[in-house]
């Protein structure tokens, strides 16, 4: 039986651009009586990466947020009055083009990171050389689902875990063969940890402890190929 720990990591305070995010991490885990272990899963938003890595573009009116949901976007998957839902460039499908007007001050816009995969391998580098702990990273936004109310929060750039569990082949307490059975490990690990973090309580940073996964997945591993989409 798997027993998994979710603790949260407060106290890391606003993000800038340049500031040196690990060094605040792990300042904040040590404040707090603890340390990064191996096989540790280090989930952060993508909030603090867009931040340090200087995603922030300046919207003074709706008009100018508008003009970049569009330049954001490389498909218009539906409009309703002013929200859009729509692709970008990473395939992620999503409403505005995950351009994010929150926990940012007014007038400013969050875009998400250039390339989120490469950004959850270089935060886990930099974290694995300055604790000697194995570990993995996944970098998680709050997207809507078709079909289903609520937001929930999933994976939009992983580095030292597979992005999904592969089960067809394998076969069921009774014996049936699974035959399309995928399971998105990575968003269910971030929805998890969302559970620790919150909303709005300015802590952007879990630890999921306890799970034994190890692989090199990509977070863009879980958008579903067009030829394989039925609502497209």
């Not at 040196?20 to 096989?39: F, P, Q, Y």
């Not at 692709?87 to 409403?95: E, N, P, W």
């Amino acid at each position: 039986m798997t027993v998994i720990e979710i603790r949260p990591v407060p106290g890391i305070g606003e993000v800038e651009p340049g500031d040196d995010l690990v060094a605040m991490i792990l300042d904040s885990v040590t404040a707090d009586g603890w340390g990064i272990e191996n096989r540790d899963i280090v989930v952060v938003t993508h909030k603090v990466i867009s931040k340090q890595e200087g995603r922030i573009v300046a919207i003074p009116d709706e008009d100018a947020y508008r003009e970049l949901v569009e330049d954001e976007s490389v498909r218009i998957v539906r409009r309703r009055g002013n929200l859009v839902i729509a692709q970008t460039v990473h395939g992620f499908i999503c409403a505005n083009a995950a351009v994010d007007r929150s926990n940012i001050a007014a007038g400013l816009a969050l875009l998400l990171p250039i390339d989120p995969d490469r950004s959850a391998h270089r935060l886990r580098t930099l974290i694995e050389r300055r604790t000697g702990a194995s570990i993995a990273v996944v970098i998680t936004d709050t997207f809507g689902r078709p079909w289903r109310r609520g937001l929930v929060d999933v994976a939009i750039g992983i580095s030292g875990l597979p992005s999904i569990l592969d089960l067809r082949g394998t076969t069921d307490a009774h014996g049936n063969e699974l035959n399309v059975t995928e399971v998105a490990i990575v968003d269910e690990i971030a929805a998890a940890a969302d559970l620790v973090m919150g909303k709005a309580d300015q802590i952007p940073v879990a630890v999921v402890r306890g799970l034994d996964l190890r692989g090199e997945g990509r977070a863009t591993d879980l958008v579903r190929p067009p030829d394989e989409d039925l609502f497209r």
